[in-house]
């Protein structure tokens, strides 16, 4: 029989992470469900060979660049499509399951045909008793995504939500065929925001499952360790300008003004905070997202 789920794990010079993370799943989820797609983004570090000597039963896509985030899932998004999975699960590297979350997330969308994608409730991997991301939000009138952090009450069966998040969302491959897949264009960061918004223009909703359970390192691509602290620089530019795109494709032209307020304040407070602790590299990668999510002309951004 057919398995209904393709699980994407989008590898980038993290293999001890990926090695951890296809362990879990193996041992606790139902592996008649699902075949796993690993995507290599042009790692350095041998990753590709290591992983498939250890796991040589595996889909490998070899991106040969880095692509990231959202193009590079797309190339697992593409091959599940085209091969007749029913359901992509995107997730993250860094996360790791205690129980059969695929199981879990598969019976929610199967028996609620109006949702495109389901996300479970996310934890720190660090402290397992705190939520990393839960129910999905966006501010039109402070033009802000934020998901919440309160641990969830015992009789939330699911919540409809605006947006859910590419650390782990099952998507129903029928909703992407229509939609369309990541916006390359973003790279990295909201990319998820940006397909939740679309997969509810056509008429979906969004679930958040908060008695599904997924554990979460988070940011493991991101930490270099550098002199201006382990938050790579150039990721104050995707954060910055994406969120700009976001809010020109999404937000609300009444509210701008206050979006224009709201923002402003936090990035200029943001670049003097780099700029008085001498993150001189850190202050140049967001002013070249400010003035790149400004002034990009919005055709090139979703052509």
């Known amino acids: 029989m057919h398995k209904p789920v393709a699980i994407i794990l989008l590898n980038w010079n993290t293999p001890v992470h990926t090695a951890n993370c296809i362990v879990a799943?193996?041992?606790?989820?139902d592996e008649r469900l699902f075949n796993i797609i690993v995507?290599?983004?042009?790692?350095t570090d041998d990753s590709l060979r290591l992983l498939?000597?250890?796991?040589?039963?595996l889909i490998y896509i070899e991106n040969n660049e880095n692509l990231g985030f959202a193009e590079g899932n797309n190339k697992g998004l593409v091959y599940s499509i085209q091969n007749g999975y029913k359901y992509s699960l995107v997730?993250?590297?860094d996360t790791l399951v205690e129980s059969d979350l695929v199981s879990c997330l598969i019976a929610h969308l199967d028996n609620h045909l109006q949702a495109a994608a389901a996300q479970p409730a996310i934890y720190w991997?660090?402290?397992?008793?705190?939520?990393w991301n839960g129910e999905g939000s966006f501010n039109k009138l402070w033009?802000?995504?934020?998901?919440?952090?309160?641990?969830?009450?015992?009789?939330?069966?699911?919540?409809?939500v605006e947006w859910v998040t590419g650390c782990c969302m099952l998507i129903r491959n029928s909703a992407l065929s229509v939609s369309g897949l990541f916006n390359p264009r973003f790279f990295l960061y909201y990319?998820?925001?940006?397909?939740?918004?679309?997969?509810?223009?056509?008429?979906?909703?969004?679930h958040y499952l908060p008695m599904c359970k997924l554990y979460h390192e988070a940011g493991v691509a991101a930490k270099v360790e550098k002199k201006e602290g382990f938050l790579s620089p150039v990721i104050h530019y995707y954060i910055s300008r994406n969120h700009i795109w976001f809010l020109r494709k999404y937000g609300n032209p009444f509210f701008y003004?206050?979006?224009?307020?709201?923002?402003?304040?936090?990035?200029?407070?943001?670049?003097?905070?780099?700029?008085?602790?001498?993150?001189?590299?850190k202050a140049r990668f967001l002013i070249k997202g400010l003035r790149d999510g400004i002034l990009t002309p919005q055709n090139s951004i979703w052509p």
Do not use: W
Request: hydrophobic share 30%.
């Open 257 to 281: 003004p206050v979006n224009i307020i709201y923002n402003g304040i936090y990035y200029l407070s943001l670049l003097t905070y780099f700029k008085l602790r001498g993150r001189n590299e």
């Open 52 to 57: 498939k000597n250890q796991f040589p039963d």
């Open 25 to 29: 799943l193996k041992q606790h989820c």
């Open 91 to 93: 997730m993250n590297t």
């Open 125 to 131: 991997m660090y402290d397992k008793n705190k939520l």
């Open 191 to 206: 990319e998820d925001t940006e397909l939740s918004f679309r997969l509810r223009k056509i008429g979906y909703e969004l």
């Open 39 to 43: 995507a290599d983004n042009g790692s």
């Open 143 to 160: 033009g802000i995504t934020s998901s919440s952090t309160k641990l969830p009450n015992n009789s939330d069966i699911f919540k409809t």
